[in-house]
């Protein structure tokens, strides 16, 4: 039996996140915090720019390429003054344009796209100053790591092998091994994958209950198709016509033995190399730069018993 370890993988992180996120809640005595994050998102891939943060937003076709953006919601419980745990539920909106990279081949190709990202991240915090402890006010940097799930749309590819046919329509046996047809359709679906996100900020603390921060977060993604520049295996469906069967089949069609299924899957393969763009080892990073505000809440943080 094949076993699918990415799509494994993915389902693990999930019941991992969900998990965790009720422990965090259920946990006793802790200082929470609620909050909201702005800022933009950028991808780095095979198309467009390859700086990894601070790429210059494109707003000059606005219609086409829509504005950079990110925005989310976070929770995090203070678990003592230096440590937290974070749950962060963002939107992204990305573009990569190769009209506005350095790269002198990537202008000249001239491929663009856009896409819209949905997250789920479970982050631990270590701030180097005591800011989750009980002062009026308080600066400290902190670092950040964990784990996350993106959904985001990627290509798909469907391939229909049918039977040349007369004018009346009636499907036509091939007579030799490239005598049938094979049409292509590309569309788009969503599609879930991991993410380690991991990241430098600043926080404020303020007025007791209130924080101001910024920070820096890079996410590494487990998929290289976030900025359309290649089809995944799994994203590929094949159809074979059933006019004609096999023979000794009552379901099979006669496109699926040899040698026509064999001259098929190499059409397929064929068409799959021709699709990708670039590096094909190398993986795609949704990086983002952001502020955010949080409120405290819950008892006051002595973190004892």
């Not at 915090?125 to 402890?133: C, G, L, Q």
């Not at 990708?276 to 990073?285: A, E, P, R, T």
Request: hydrophobic share 35%; with cysteine.
């Amino acid at each position: 039996m094949k076993i699918d370890v990415q799509s494994f993988m993915q389902k693990k992180l999930i019941y991992t996140l969900i998990a965790l996120f009720f422990i965090s809640v259920g946990y006793k005595g802790q200082r929470h915090e609620i909050g909201v994050q702005l800022g933009m998102s950028n991808l780095v891939g095979d198309i467009g720019r390859t700086n990894y943060v601070l790429q210059k937003p494109v707003l000059d076709n606005i219609a086409d390429y829509g504005i950079p953006f990110y925005g989310s919601i976070l929770y995090r419980m203070n678990f003592n003054p230096y440590q937290t745990v974070r749950l962060n539920l963002g939107y992204n909106h990305i573009q990569f344009i190769d009209a506005y990279a350095k790269e002198q081949y990537r202008r000249n190709r001239k491929l663009w796209g856009t896409n819209s990202v949905v997250e789920a991240d479970l982050i631990f915090e270590y701030n180097f100053f005591p800011v989750n402890d009980e002062q009026k006010s308080l600066v400290s940097p902190y670092i950040f790591g964990g784990v996350g799930a993106i959904l985001a749309s990627t290509p798909q590819l469907t391939v229909e092998n049918d039977f040349r046919r007369d004018a009346g329509g009636t499907a036509l046996a091939p007579t030799n091994v490239n005598d049938f047809e094979t049409r292509t359709t590309y569309t788009s679906s969503k599609k879930l994958t991991m993410a380690i996100p991991f990241g430098i900020g600043l926080k404020y603390k303020f007025n007791y209950n209130w924080a101001l921060f910024g920070e820096f977060m890079f996410r590494p993604t487990f998929s290289d198709s976030i900025d359309y520049s290649m089809v995944d295996d799994k994203s590929v469906k094949v159809t074979y016509n059933k006019d004609i069967l096999a023979a000794g089949s009552n379901n099979k069609s006669l496109l699926q033995e040899s040698p026509y299924k064999e001259i098929a899957e190499a059409k397929v393969a064929e068409l799959l190399k021709d699709r990708q763009v670039g590096n094909i080892n190398s993986k795609d990073w949704v990086n983002t730069v952001s502020i955010g505000l949080s409120y405290s809440f819950g008892r006051p943080p002595c973190y004892c018993e």
